[in-house]
C-alpha cells in the first residue's frame, strides 16, 4: 500500500520565478520518493530592478501577482496540500522587497519568506544528493543563481562547509561584481577544499542544466572543463540573437549564460575539479524536502 502526498515549492530567483509540484510516495519498507509532477519557469528578471535601481519596478510587481495568481490556481488543480515559496537575493535586496510580500499576500493569498543567503545555501544542501554523492569522494556543490551563488562542500557523504557569495549572472551583466568579490570566492574555494586530494563539482540552476543539455550526455555522466570551456568559447563567439536562433536558447536565457559559465569554470579551477555533475536539482526540490522533513 503507498501513499501519496502532493506539495509545492515556489522559487522567487533573481531571473526567474519557479512553480514545482512534487509528487511524494511513501511505501512501507522503501525510500520515499520525489517525483516531479510540474514544474513552470516565468522569466520575471527581479534583479534587474532590485540590483540597478534598489527597487522592484510597477511593472514586474503586477507581473509578480499575476504570475502568483496564476501559481495558486495550479497548486489548487494539482490539489496540492502544503506549500512553500522562497525569495532570494533580489527580493532580499529591494527597498519594496517586503510591499511586495504583503500585496501578495493580499491578491494572491500566497505567503512568501525572504530568505538569507545562509538559509538558502542550507535549503540547497537539502535537496537528495545522496543519490548523486559517492561517500568515498569529495564534492564542491555549486548553485549559481541570477543575484548569489552558493557553494556547499561535501566530505564522505556530509556537508563540510557552506557560503554564499554576491555574484550571480544578473548582477554580472550589470558590472556589478567587484574584483574583490571574485577574490573573496577563489580564496574560500582554495582554503576550503585545501585538505582533501580530489575535487568533483556538482553543479545547478537553469544554465549549467542548458549546458548539460546541449551536450546530449546521459544524466549520470559528467561533463569535463574542456567541454565547458569550450562552450565558454563558443558562446562569447555568438551574438544574442546567434544564441537565440542558432542554439535554441530562451531570450533571457541567451544573456546570462555567458556569466553563469564564467561562475563554473572559475570554481572548477581554483577548486582542482576536473569534472561537473548536473543532476538537475536546486533551491525548489530542497524546499520540498525540507518542508517533508521537517527542516524549515
Not at 23 to 37: L, R
Not at 60 to 87: G, P, Q, T
Not at 196 to 210: F, P
Not at 247 to 255: F, I, K, Q, S
Request: charge should be positive; hydrophobic fraction near 40%.
Amino acid at each position: 500500500m503507498i501513499s501519496i502526498k502532493k506539495y509545492a515549492a515556489i522559487d522567487i530567483g533573481s531571473n526567474a520565478m519557479r512553480l514545482l509540484v512534487t509528487n511524494i510516495v511513501e511505501q512501507q519498507g522503501k525510500p520515499t520518493q520525489f517525483n516531479k509532477s510540474s514544474l513552470v519557469r516565468v522569466p520575471i528578471r527581479l534583479g534587474q530592478d532590485a540590483f540597478t535601481v534598489g527597487d522592484i519596478s510597477e511593472e514586474n510587481i503586477n507581473r509578480m501577482v499575476d504570475a502568483m495568481k496564476a501559481f495558486n490556481l495550479l497548486m489548487k488543480v494539482h490539489k496540492v496540500e502544503k506549500y512553500k515559496a522562497c525569495a532570494t537575493s533580489a527580493m532580499r535586496e529591494a527597498n519594496n522587497g517586503l510591499d511586495i510580500v504583503n500585496l501578495i499576500k493580499k491578491k494572491a493569498d500566497i505567503k512568501i519568506d525572504i530568505i538569507d543567503g545562509k538559509k538558502e545555501a542550507s535549503i540547497i544542501a537539502s535537496s537528495d544528493l545522496k543519490q548523486f554523492i559517492n561517500s568515498d569522494r569529495t564534492y564542491l556543490y555549486v548553485d549559481v543563481g541570477g543575484g548569489s551563488t552558493e557553494f556547499s562542500l561535501f566530505s564522505e557523504g556530509k556537508i563540510v562547509a557552506s557560503k554564499s557569495f554576491k555574484n550571480g549572472t544578473v548582477r554580472l551583466l550589470n558590472n556589478m561584481v567587484s574584483d574583490i568579490v571574485w577574490t573573496e570566492i577563489e580564496k574560500w574555494i582554495k582554503v576550503t577544499v585545501e585538505p582533501y586530494d580530489e575535487i568533483t563539482l556538482i553543479g545547478s540552476g537553469g544554465n549549467i542544466n542548458k549546458l548539460f543539455k546541449l551536450s546530449e550526455k546521459h544524466q549520470d555522466k559528467p561533463l569535463s572543463y574542456v567541454y565547458i570551456n569550450s562552450q565558454y568559447q563558443k558562446l562569447n563567439s555568438l551574438s544574442y540573437e546567434e544564441r537565440v536562433a542558432e542554439l535554441g536558447l530562451n531570450p533571457d536565457r541567451a544573456d546570462v549564460i555567458i556569466p553563469a559559465t564564467r561562475i563554473y569554470l572559475n570554481a572548477m579551477k581554483w577548486s582542482g575539479a576536473r569534472q561537473i555533475f548536473v543532476p538537475k536539482i536546486g533551491l525548489s526540490d530542497g524546499i520540498v524536502k525540507a518542508m517533508y522533513f521537517g527542516r524549515i
